[in-house]
T-cell receptor, first 114, second 114 residues
Framework: GNSVTQMEGPVTLSEEAFLTINCTYT??????LFWYVQYPGEGLQLLLK?????DKGSNKGFEATYRKETTSFHLEKGSVQVSDSAVYFC?????????????FGEGTQLTVNP | DTGVSQDPRHKITKRGQNVTFRCDPI?????LYWYRQTLGQGPEFLTY????????KSRLLSDRFSAERPKGSFSTLEIQRTEQGDSAMYLC????????????FGDGTRLSIL
């Protein structure tokens, strides 16, 4: 079946540091890949997505590139802010084999200190 | 666009009682999903609807769980004879039909079983 593995957290950074959160996946077909962010007490918000190999998703300074050869979708940001503190979830969906369901990783807690 | 709305935000109940949650999706979205999220974990898929049809159910959805979407708009998730292990955040999401459409999440209903 499908699965998503994220780097273990929590991650603590100083403001303006570079961020990488690793995500790798296992899928039987050709999934779409997503990053969601969850702020305290809130639901998940879509951060970015990529639907095919070599696509780059980007939003709010965050980027992730769909790497089929390494089955990865690592999240990066060049300069984090305190307001980026949240839990980040990598996810995939594969319409052909598992309908529209999203399969999530366990999440990575990010704390950015001023 | 008013977003996905869930009610109630919090529910505390005694073991053995029945509970029902409601989800109102974004109005033009005909797909609706339910997920369960426990502390420190990513959301897990429970079930999804396209219009009023329930198209997929996870094996996590025991016989005590039932979901409906009678008119293809709002949905309800009922848990009968609640157990301690049912304590979790229940998330609802909706999306447009078609491949690779992102899912938009509500803020969730947090269920606590005493």
């Amino acid at each position: 079946g499908n699965s998503v593995t994220q780097m273990e957290g929590p991650v603590t950074l100083s403001e303006e540091a570079f961020l990488t959160i690793n995500c790798t996946y296992t899928a039987t077909g050709y999934p779409s890949l997503f990053w969601y962010v969850q702020y305290p007490g809130e639901g998940l918000q879509l951060l970015l997505k990529a639907t095919k190999a070599d696509d780059k998703g980007s939003n709010k300074g965050f980027e992730a590139t769909y790497r089929k050869e390494t089955t990865s979708f690592h999240l990066e940001k060049g300069s984090v802010q305190v307001s980026d503190s949240a839990v980040y979830f990598c996810a995939l969906s594969e319409e052909e084999t598992s309908g529209s369901r999203l399969t999530f990783g366990e999440g990575t807690q990010l704390t950015v200190n001023p | 666009d008013t977003g996905v709305s869930q009610d109630p935000r919090h529910k505390i109940t005694k073991r053995g009682q029945n509970v029902t949650f409601r989800c109102d999706p974004i109005s033009e979205h005909n797909r609706l999903y339910w997920y369960r999220q426990t502390l420190g974990q990513g959301p897990e898929f429970l079930t999804y609807f396209q219009n009023e049809a329930q198209l997929e159910k996870s094996r996590l959805l025991s016989d005590r769980f039932s979901a409906e979407r009678p008119k293809g708009s709002f949905s309800t998730l009922e848990i009968q004879r609640t157990e301690q292990g049912d304590s979790a955040m229940y998330l609802c999401a909706s999306s447009l039909p078609g491949l690779n459409q992102p899912q938009h999440f509500g803020d969730g209903t947090r269920l606590s079983i005493l």
